[in-house]
């Protein structure tokens, strides 16, 4: 008995360093969160004044404020779009990459994993140079192809700022998308294909009734991925936002957030939208989670 | 008959050169904006902010001279060990916690798992404000062993994850033969088990080195001057004038290259190890 008992203490032990960091590196901000989202915390209190409860003053404020309902309605659909984007070339890029001789899905391989490696602040300013207003490729190749788009700013208008956005984040996902798509079809038996194909069965309905059953747990987990990265994107909509975009109009939640914090000093406001955002997270993750453990089981 | 057969034999081959096309376009859209880095690199400054676009022109290394009087050289120092020391801290970590949730299971390893999984999912922002009020208050702001630190409790789970993965696949009778064989559970992990899955723990910990390398977000807000690491670096550069262009692309390319080179080499592992990290 104490043979069992002692077999199943120790790799409690091996595990419990790790859950003891991440309860410590993560848990710690989660609580800070909560409660300074209940209190008023401005810049006073950074150079050590004590903190004032206010209790739900901070979610009341941006309740009513409205502008919080803008920047989660913006947040969501943006998230919505990149997903959805995302999920769909790179779904197609893999099946393209089943359908390709061996050399030219190797190249393409090549290409996105370089693309996936390439640190975010570096392909974000080679993006930023191509939208740029005076000397960006695009304009010029636009121009060229005999638009009237000499100095046209994209990132003023909200709309295309959000349309580049999009196009950058969807462009830095797809690789992995695309690469675990692709990982999931190489699963798919070409024997069986080939016995539906003998069946007379088309190239559309070999898609639709084999293979898109097959892979839809992967493609399930990795949108759900993705949405949930999307949600939270915050480095190319800063840095966007630095290159000529007016913040006010193309805050997303993550950028609210460090607005409201690093800009305004303003920390219970913060910390409360940092609460809502999580418990956006959170809902959505749980479904991911649950969904993951009934595959397992 | 026959003429049919030549149909479906010329629409095939017709398909499949309207997929190669496919291919090299998509090949040529993820790669421009790396070509492009690297081509601006070696321009004059005058050149690689010309409004048109230059193809041809007389390399230089201007930028890349700028970019070490800069102090590059430091920024990269430092990127290396943070992303050295984050790796270190994830994969020894991992290796015994992937043990137990795979080969020597913990009772309600779902409810351990979920709580890993799920910490991969908090936004950042909601991370880095209580993270710099305490590093502040303690006095570990702008140091670069703290920020180590963190970034090796950021990549926990997710190496944690694909090592599991990894480990999973290993055949029960090996580990049961060792284990009839007397071998300890130090013994079992270090002589058994992990020979079999080197290429997972190579894959999480490039993975993880990628991810340190190239983090930008925790590292522009933790440190300021002495601890400060290659991405905020680059991101000094972006000013939405676009003066720097040469010297940003130079740097950035010396930034992207050891990434390159591991991803190029590895890459087997790493669409592997992404993948594991993802479905399983």
């Known amino acids: 008995m104490s043979s069992a008992s002692s077999s199943r203490r120790v790799p409690l032990a091996l595990i419990i360093p790790t859950l003891l960091i991440l309860l410590v590196a993560l848990g710690y901000p989660i609580g800070w969160q909560v409660i300074t989202s209940f209190q008023h915390y401005g810049m006073l209190q950074q150079f050590g004044q004590a903190p004032e409860w206010v209790g739900l003053d901070n979610y009341t404020a941006l309740f009513t404020d409205g502008y919080l309902w803008v920047v989660i309605a913006r947040s969501i659909v943006f998230c919505l779009v990149c997903a959805g984007g995302t999920v769909a070339i790179g779904g197609g890029m893999a099946l393209l990459m089943r359908a390709v001789s061996t050399p030219a899905r190797l190249i393409l391989q090549v290409a996105l994993l370089v693309a996936w490696a390439m640190p975010v602040v570096t392909s974000m300013t080679v993006w930023i140079w191509i939208v740029d207003w005076r000397r960006g490729v695009l304009n010029w190749l636009l121009t060229r192809l005999g638009g009237d788009f000499q100095g046209h700013n994209w990132l003023v208008e909200p709309l295309s700022f959000f349309a580049v956005a999009a196009v950058i984040v969807i462009w830095m996902s797809v690789p992995f998308v695309a690469l675990s798509i692709y990982a999931g079809l190489t699963q798919v038996s070409p024997e069986v294909l080939e016995a539906a194909q003998i069946d007379g069965a088309t190239g559309w309905q070999r898609l639709r009734h084999i293979i898109l059953p097959l892979i839809a747990p992967v493609v399930s987990i990795v949108l759900l991925l993705q949405l949930i990265w999307d949600l939270r994107v915050f480095t190319q909509i800063k840095l966007l936002q630095d290159a000529g975009g007016f913040a006010n109009e193309t805050n997303l939640l993550g950028t609210y957030i460090y607005q409201l914090g690093t800009g305004a000093g303003d920390f219970g406001a913060a910390a409360a939208v940092s609460v809502i955002m999580l418990a956006l997270t959170v809902a959505m993750s749980w479904y991911y989670v649950r969904s993951l453990m009934k595959e397992e089981s | ?280």
């Open chain 2, 1 to 280: 008959m026959n003429g049919s057969s030549t149909t479906t034999r010329s629409s095939r081959s017709a398909r499949g050169a309207l997929t190669t096309l496919v291919t090299w376009v998509l090949v040529l859209l993820f790669f421009f904006p790396v070509f492009w880095m690297v081509l601006n690199g070696f321009k004059p400054e005058s050149l690689a902010s010309s409004v048109d676009p230059t193809f041809i022109f007389k390399p230089v290394t201007e930028g890349y001279q700028l970019a070490m009087d800069r102090g590059m050289a430091g920024y990269l120092q430092n990127s290396l060990t943070a992303a050295v020391i984050a790796t270190i801290i994830s994969v020894v970590l991992a290796i015994p916690a992937a043990y137990a949730l795979s080969i020597r299971r913990v009772n309600n390893v779902e409810n351990s798992l979920s709580f890993f999984i799920s910490t991969r999912f908090m936004p950042l922002a909601a991370i880095v404000l209580p993270l710099f009020m305490i590093l502040k208050t303690v006095g570990l702001l702008d140091n670069i062993y703290m920020l180590a630190v963190v970034y090796g409790a950021m990549n926990l789970p997710v190496t944690v994850w694909m090592m599991r993965s990894f480990f999973l696949e290993v055949p029960f009778e090996i580990i049961e033969a060792a284990r009839v064989d007397g071998a300890g559970m130090f013994r079992e992990i270090v002589r058994i088990v992990l020979p079999l899955v080197l290429p997972g723990v190579a894959a999480a910990a490039l993975i993880s080195f990628i991810f340190a390398w190239n983090e930008y977000f925790l590292a522009l807000l933790l440190t300021s001057s002495s601890a400060r690491t290659t991405p905020p670096f680059l991101g000094s550069f972006v000013d939405g004038r676009g003066q720097f262009l040469a010297v940003l692309s130079a740097a950035a390319t010396i930034a992207a290259l050891p990434v390159i080179i591991a991803g190029w080499a590895a890459q087997k592992q790493l669409v592997r190890g992404l993948s594991m990290g993802a479905i399983k």
